[in-house]
Antibody, heavy 119, light 110 residues
Framework: QVRLQESGPGLVKPSETLSLTCTVSGDAISSMTYYWGWIRQPPGKGLEWIGS???????SYNPSLKNRVTISVDLSKNQLFLNLTSVTAADTAVYHCARPSGGTYYGYWGQGALVTVSP | QSALTQPASVSGSPGQSITISCTGG?????????VSWYQQHPGKVPKILIYDVRHRSPGISSRFSASKSGNTASLTISGLQAEDEADYYCSSYTSAYTIVFGGGTKVTVL
């Protein structure tokens, strides 16, 4: 059973960097099969794809966030990471890590981590 | 990238059929057969319903069906049930090697 668990600070100050970790169990990021993703959802709003990372470190980012986002992996710890710099209140959201079931659709989601950007 | 366009809300009575549209462009929906649909109940994680335009995910009721024509994809829920009341999101792979979601549609069962 694939399980994903996000962790990190629930409160970040404006202009600082949001950093989250996703710990994966039941599958290996190094399995070379999938692009692991990060997706966020502001309270009461829709889903926004942030980006994805392959086991090799190859990444793809949402163009609207590309200048501020970095996604990476640590194969030895079976973890993926999200860094989002220069945050504002608009970055307040529940952040999910996810694994595709197939090529481009996400069948496995973490429960999500609520990150609030506030002074 | 711009979000795919979905109606904000759709409603129907139990037993009826409803259809949710998802409109993109020639660089996403129109370019690939990689359209997916998700269902999200309040406070829950999104659940994959449909992938690759029309393929139901394992365990998903046959009441859910989907299709695509040009730059527009559609999700149909037949025999609407109270448990179908939820938010629905489409998504598509894009020519920029990214994923884009729709804005979401709230389905209300009257």
């Amino acid at each position: 059973q694939v399980r994903l668990q996000e962790s990190g600070p629930g409160l970040v100050k404006p202009s600082e960097t949001l950093s989250l970790t996703c710990t994966v169990s039941g599958d290996a990021i190094s399995s070379m099969t999938y692009y692991w993703g990060w997706i966020r959802q502001p309270p009461g709003k829709g889903l926004e794809w942030i980006g994805s990372v392959y086991y090799s470190g190859s990444t793809s980012y949402n163009p609207s966030l590309k200048n501020r986002v970095t996604i990476s992996v640590d194969l030895s710890k079976n973890q993926l990471f999200l860094n989002l710099t220069s945050v504002t209140a608009a970055d307040t959201a529940v952040y999910h890590c996810a694994r595709p079931s197939g090529g481009t659709y996400y069948g496995y989601w973490g429960q999500g981590a609520l990150v609030t950007v506030s002074p | 990238q711009s979000a795919l366009t979905q109606p904000a809300s759709v409603s129907g009575s139990p037993g009826q059929s409803i259809t949710i549209s998802c409109t993109g462009g020639s660089s996403d929906i129109g370019a690939y057969n990689y359209v997916s649909w998700y269902q999200q109940h309040p406070g829950k994680v999104p659940k994959i319903l449909i992938y690759d335009v029309r393929h139901r995910s394992p365990g998903i009721s046959s009441r859910f069906s989907a299709s695509k024509s040009g730059n527009t994809a559609s999700l149909t829920i037949s025999g609407l049930q109270a448990e179908d009341e939820a938010d629905y999101y489409c998504s598509s792979y894009t020519s920029a090697y990214t994923i884009v979601f729709g804005g979401g549609t709230k389905v209300t069962v009257l």
